[in-house]
RNA sequence: GGACCGGUAGCUCAGCUGGAUAGAGCAACAGCCUUCUAAGCUGUAGGUCUUGGGUUCGAAUCCCAACCGGUUCACCA
């Protein structure tokens, strides 16, 4: 399957219920045009209609190259033409201009105050709401391992996840979040061991330790016991291969595993008071992060429906035993090789729980579709995992959407846990929590706020901080982070824009106390000026731009969209005063452009899960 | 080695369903606070879009090849 295509299959109708959309109503009208000039019936592909490029005057461009053999006349005097013809037919444009084969097309001022009011009308603009019989979207994020703490690669897969729900719930869909956690196998019962041998009864109580950072302290106890161990062998002469094979270390963690698997109650009741060390830790990273899920599944709960699933694919003949009693997928009919699915003791492996979990998932809600938030080092596993899925009969395993995120790196490279690299997301919180802290009080910004409130400011500017340095990178790509270089606060920032948020609230608040009220009279029409209509057309494009990130699953669409408006917005701010403004209408159209540019901020950031504050 | 993904300013990133002079931010430099929040605004400088072919009226964008980097091809998860 070409993960690349499965982007796109989420195709969902859309009308926009503000307006007619420009696009839409201009192709229409280029059709009809082409059809009386040149008796040329123009499909889809010849029309290109694109937004006019900033630095030329115009709303929508049409590209006349493709019609210049049906015209029969230059570019220049094609355009002409066409352009004269749109303008008699359509009342919404008020004029056009030809540079080359392009086709400049302006809509009135007039228009555009009419879709602002529209705009306001609209309290959901930009929302699609979902139906009750809307399709049913189950996104998996999170998917962490109980014997350590969250991390910044986490850090994004947590963010990504929240903003795709938000975003395809934006979509007019019904969305479950879902998170399995990994709360079984070889890795937990090292940290469970290490912390039997060597723990001495700490707790998070005892220790004032946060439960999953203290569990994660047992685990890399365990592999620095276990280097050693390692180490001290191969001096004795054995290989590496030989040392792993015999170290005790080793030997006592898969014994505890083969006791947990058993259901040895000791171990059981270790287990368990470990693990909920860690999920009281994991329940302050999500909240403090603002994420949540609607569900969650446990591996230890699903595993064995897994083995179940792949026993009863055996008796139908999807897989094979092999002479050793394990079992297999033969994939070599997709291209692909042979997968193992039960180990010939009957243990399950990695792809079992995944198929134990989805059965599990599917027989709970029923899903239109699947949409896992896991990293690309793992896009091998869910092609597989699609494949075996619709082998299983599960109707939407065929169309299940890895949604792909690219690594976290460092400067230096990939993050290493092993080697301490690793950036801790709790500290990672922190820091931009008192970076965002310290920057109001150098400003003296919130000289005025209660502590509470200075306090709840700065979380919400230092999440925006960190939210929006993370999600404004187009997902597949690997990104970098430098621990050195804090994310900034100025330019291109999650903190730009809720500042251009907050002075927008501020300038509302005085607005009200002086009795002004947000209006829009039609006569205005013809004394707008070029930064007003160009905002309104910034946020008249906000739907589309919904639109096109639920179909591509980008909040980084919606993250460069929210950006260009605030930068438009404090451009505006900078050249005219609002609430000083002497003509009253003009002055009240800025406060209701002004209000529902602070609505659309708000809203984007909303689908990004990031806050924002009334003051900063 | 096979498969997949990426390579755009010094740095971090947009732009990629082919379209006009390749855009932002950071860092650097120069300006703008007696008017609604200067976490802002304006300007200067910075580019063989990895390379080479091809398709096209037109290529950062599509195709092919090479180079570089990453991931994966586990009875790890």
């Known amino acids: 399957m070409d993960f690349q295509a499965v982007f796109l299959i989420l195709q969902l109708d ?36 694109q937004k006019t490029k900033k630095e030329f005057e115009g709303d929508l461009t049409l590209v006349v190259f493709p019609f210049i053999k049906a015209a029969k006349k230059s570019p220049e005097a094609t355009a002409e033409e066409i352009g004269s013809w749109l303008l008699q037919h359509t009342p919404e444009l008020s004029s056009y201009n030809v540079i080359k084969g392009f086709l400049n097309l302006s809509f009135s001022a007039s228009y555009w105050l009419n879709t602002l009011q529209d705009i306001a009308g609209d309290t959901d603009f930009g929302l699609f709401e979902a139906g009750e019989s809307a399709p049913l979207v189950m996104i998996e994020y999170s998917s962490p391992n109980t014997n350590k703490p969250l991390h910044l ?66 685990y890399v106890l365990f592999d620095k016991n276990y280097k050693q161990e390692l180490a001290e062998l191969q001096k004795q002469g054995l290989s590496l291969e030989e040392a792993e094979n015999t170290s005790l270390l080793m030997q006592e963690a898969r014994e505890m595993l083969r006791a947990w698997e058993a259901g040895d109650s000791e171990i059981r009741s270790l287990w368990e008071t470990m693990n909920n060390w860690v999920y009281l830790g994991f329940d302050e990273s999500y909240a403090k992060l603002g994420v949540d899920f609607d569900k969650i599944y446990y591996e230890s709960q699903t595993y064995l429906s897994g083995k179940e699933k792949v026993l009863e694919g055996l008796d139908k003949g999807i897989f094979y035993r092999n002479e050793d009693g394990s079992v297999w997928a033969d994939l070599s009919s997709e291209g692909l090789d042979r997968k193992l699915l039960l180990r010939a003791d009957g243990t399950s492996v990695y ?43 599960f109707a939407w395993g065929k169309d299940l959407v890895h949604f792909s995120y690219g690594m976290v790196e460092l400067p230096e490279g990939k993050m290493k846990s092993r080697e301490g690299t690793v950036v801790d997301a709790d500290d990672l919180i922190e820091e931009m929590i008192s970076t965002a802290r310290e920057t109001s009080e150098e400003l003296g910004k919130l000289d005025s706020c209660s502590s509470e409130e200075a306090a709840d400011i700065a979380r919400i500017v230092g999440l925006g901080a960190l939210k929006y340095f993370i999600l404004k990178v187009d997902p597949r790509k690997n990104m970098t982070f430098n621990p050195k270089e804090s994310i900034d606060f100025n330019g291109n920032t999650g903190p730009f824009i809720q500042y251009t948020y907050a002075r ?28 007003e209509l160009s905002l309104i057309k910034n946020l008249y494009e906000f739907p589309v731009v919904v639109k096109e990130a639920g179909n591509s699953y980008s909040p980084a669409v919606i993250a460069n969209y929210v950006y260009e408006l605030a930068k438009e917005y404090n451009q505006f701010y900078h050249d005219y005063s609002v609430l000083y403004e002497t003509n009253s209408d003009l002055r009240d159209f800025r406060i209701l452009l002004s209000d529902q540019t602070a609505k659309v901020i708000r809203t984007a950031l909303y689908l990004l899960g990031i806050e924002v504050p009334e003051r900063m």
């Open 14 to 49: 859309f009308s926009c219920p503000i307006t007619m959309n420009i696009y839409t109503l201009l192709g229409d009208k280029t059709r009809q045009c082409l059809q009386a000039l040149y008796q040329l019936q123009a499909d889809d592909s010849l029309l290109q209609l």
């Open 153 to 218: 690669g986490h850090i994004r897969n947590n963010l990504l996840g929240f903003s795709l729900s938000r975003i395809v719930a934006a979509n007019g869909c019904r969305v479950v979040k879902t998170n399995i956690v990994n709360d079984r196998g070889i890795h937990i019962c090292k940290s469970m061991l290490a912390w039997q041998k060597w723990g001495k009864g700490e707790t998070p109580e005892s220790s004032g330790k946060k439960g999953d950072h203290l569990v994660g302290d047992y």
């Open 351 to 393: 792809m079992t729980q995944d198929i134990g979990t989805a059965a599990l998932r599917f027989e709970e809600y029923p899903i239109d579709k699947m949409i896992y938030v896991v990293g690309n080092e793992q896009n091998y596993h869910f092609k597989v995992l699609s494949i075996l899925l619709d082998k299983l009969g």
């Open 504 to 531: 927008i609230r501020s300038v509302l608040r005085k607005a009200e106390e002086l009795g002004y009220r947000a209006q829009v009279q039609e006569q205005l029409a013809d004394r707008l000026a070029d930064k």
